[in-house]
């Protein structure tokens, strides 16, 4: 996050909805939510999913394994 435009704390808070947001986060609402460009609510978004993928996959499942219900709308 090194020399970023967007505040500092607008990049914290998209983190924490991106995380703990069950439907997920667009990014239109982001660019809209933090009055930021769609290309760099886009990139934000893309740069964290990849650092939580890239988080994920260091873990294997193992045992049993608990899931949310998901239904469809």
Known sequence: MH???PPLMARFWV???V???KQG???VNLS???DI???TAWLTLHKIRKAMNDRDNK???AGI???DDWRPN
Do not use: E, G
Request: proline residues 4%; positive net charge.
């Open 32 to 34: 809209q939510y933090f």
């Open 19 to 21: 995380a703990n947001d």
């Open 59 to 61: 873990y294997a499942l």
């Open 65 to 67: 394994v608990k899931m």
């Open 37 to 39: 460009s769609y290309p």
């Open 25 to 27: 986060v667009s990014a």
């Open 15 to 17: 983190i924490y909805l």
């Open 3 to 5: 020399k970023t435009r």
